[in-house]
């Protein structure tokens, strides 16, 4: 039996395992509009949106009647989970998430990606892949705690690449 997602989907997970990519073949899956919230959030060299702003920005973006939104942004999650018919929760090993860091920033250097913000071209630095090594033990967790909370929502976890394939042969 097909898997239902409904028409408000979040897919959450470390940097590098792939949710951006997930989001888009989902939306082209689904026909559903992909918002992939680091292209929002992120403004011309890198510059951070003051969270009041991004607080009204996701406000704008969740009143919409579908969609898939692709990214953490943890400050904010509850707001997207109170929303969201469905979560995809990428539960990838570090290495994993890691070695697609160093492939992604190889594959776009001195480009800004799609899904990102314009004017933000694709960089790598000890800070962000600190962070993605210590999501096991940090962001991991606090999201997990948080899925725990959600009511009404279906929460799928994948664990691997062959997972994941898996799963979207069963939508």
């Not at 997207?80 to 190889?106: E, G, H, P």
Request: charged share 30%; proline share 5%.
């Amino acid at each position: 039996m097909p898997i239902e997602l409904g028409g408000r989907i979040i897919i959450i997970g470390s940097g590098g395992s792939g949710k951006s990519t997930l989001a888009r073949r989902l939306g082209d899956m689904l026909a559903l509009p992909v918002i992939p919230l680091d292209k929002e959030y992120w403004k011309a060299g890198w510059v951070e949106t003051p969270r009041e702003e991004w607080i009204i920005k996701q406000q704008e973006l969740l009143a919409k009647p579908e969609w898939i939104m692709d990214g953490n942004f943890g400050g904010a999650l509850e707001m997207r989970l109170d929303k969201a018919d469905s979560v995809i929760f990428l539960d990838y090993n570090r290495f994993v998430c890691a070695y697609s860091v160093v492939k992604r920033w190889l594959t776009h250097i001195g480009k800004t990606r799609p899904d990102m913000g314009e004017g933000c071209p694709e960089k790598i630095d000890f800070g962000f892949l600190k962070w993605v090594w210590q999501f096991p033990n940090g962001g991991r967790l606090k999201i997990i705690e948080r899925m725990s909370r959600c009511q009404g929502v279906t929460v799928i976890t994948v664990k691997s690449r062959k997972e994941l394939k898996r799963f979207l042969a069963e939508i």
